[in-house]
């Protein structure tokens, strides 16, 4: 089992940036394929970014690619969200997810954890 707690979000205004954290309390984090999900007032929780077990690999929603970035740092139980050139429509609660599986999955229900939540908002 594994405990997950995000951090680093808040306001920032349009073009600027963010790096959003999620430190993972346990002991098999590295078993883990790590996801970061997102969901704005009135609509769905959609995928955002995933990453390997190892870091080796990562996944992007086509909504982020090439302005956000995923990574951890198994050493230290965390895994990042890069987020640079912010949008007003990047605006919403980010989730960190874990799931024990050997590939990245898109869908929410495939992560069996889920930290609580941090507030992204990105002023126009």
């Known amino acids: 089992q594994v405990q997950l707690v995000e951090s680093g979000g808040g306001l920032v205004q349009a073009g600027g940036s963010l790096r959003l954290s999620c430190a993972a309390s346990?002991?098999?984090?590295?078993?883990?394929?790590m996801g970061w999900f997102r969901q704005a007032p009135g609509k769905e929780r959609e995928f955002v970014a995933g990453?390997?077990?190892?870091?080796?690999?990562?996944r992007s929603a086509n909504s982020v690619k090439g302005r956000f970035t995923i990574s951890r740092d198994n050493a230290k139980n965390t895994v990042y969200l890069q987020m640079n050139s912010l949008k007003p429509e990047d605006t919403a609660v980010y989730f960190c997810?874990?799931?024990?599986?050997?590939?990245?999955?898109?869908?929410?229900?495939?992560?069996?954890?889920w930290g609580q939540g941090t507030q992204v908002t990105v002023s126009s």
């Open positions: 997810a874990a799931r024990r599986a050997s590939y990245i999955s898109t869908v929410d229900d495939e992560y069996s954890y």
């Open positions: 990453v390997s077990w190892s870091g080796g690999s990562t």
């Open positions: 346990g002991r098999a984090f590295t078993t883990y394929v």
